[in-house]
């Protein structure tokens, strides 16, 4: 008798612990199985929250402090010798972002400071913006304290500077280019958030201005009027083209992309921008 109930004492330890190592088991596999949703969530929201940023932009090096959202994403090619940097050069390149924080202004400065290898402290600094180095690049990060918008900059070291736009091996020819009136001095790629998201590519040219040559004390020729005809006469068949006097802005659409060209005699420029829909 007392043989039996050692046994049937055994019985029911062993079946206890058998109870105990299904039940722990299924919390382990539960507790994973919630721990890898997590992270397929989080990695999910990080995508979603990245959408609109350029692949190439130094993400690891550069990071987006507490990204709610990108709004755009721009990468610049210039060499505009009457532009200058922020850093001083006449020829450069650098991406820029502008995104939604869930970071106060202070918080948000003191974050990129603190990762700078080297802060560049001015005699009389931007109180709304700071400036380092991290690695190769040297970065700007803004917060004007007004909403939640962050502005990143982030420029190229001067030996990697290039006329080439990595980005430009889709450009839609829709603008013809080589007048020698004029000579570009900036190109521009960039990802928007906006309008179901849109791609957008800008140049901007400088009209040379050719002077009074006769010296009558009139310009020999006015570039823009010759220049605006040029391309008035050029595009004015195309789909929904229209001229604003006011603006001095023509625009039409084409293969799928608005264009709009932009002839500015106060800056001595015209401005190109195409935007077109990401899914297309």
Known sequence: MQSKSKYLIYTGVILLLLILIFVTT????????????????????????SDFLLEGFPIQEVPLYKVNEVSSSKYFINDDPNNISIFGDKEFVY??????????QSEFLDYYKDIFD?????????PDMVKGYIGKYRVTAAHYGSDDTAYIQVYLPNDEFTKE?????????????GDSMYIEHENSYGLLNQAGGQTEYTKYFTVIDSGDM???????????????????????????????????LMSWEEDGYEVRVSFTRDHGRIYLNIRGSISD
């Open 214 to 248: 006769d010296k009558d004390g009139v310009d020999d020729v006015d570039e823009f009027g010759v220049l605006k005809t040029k391309y008035e006469d050029m595009y004015k068949g195309k789909t929904n083209y229209g001229y604003d006097e006011k603006n001095h």
């Open 26 to 49: 299924k919390i382990l596999e539960k507790g994973s199985l919630d721990l890898e949703k997590e992270n397929l969530d989080s990695a999910s929201e990080e995508i979603s929250k």
């Open 118 to 126: 080297e802060e560049i402290v001015e005699e009389y600094p931007i």
């Open 165 to 177: 736009n990595m980005y430009f091996d889709t450009y839609p020819n829709l603008f013809e280019e």
């Open 95 to 104: 991406y820029n972002v502008v995104f939604y924080t869930d970071s106060p």
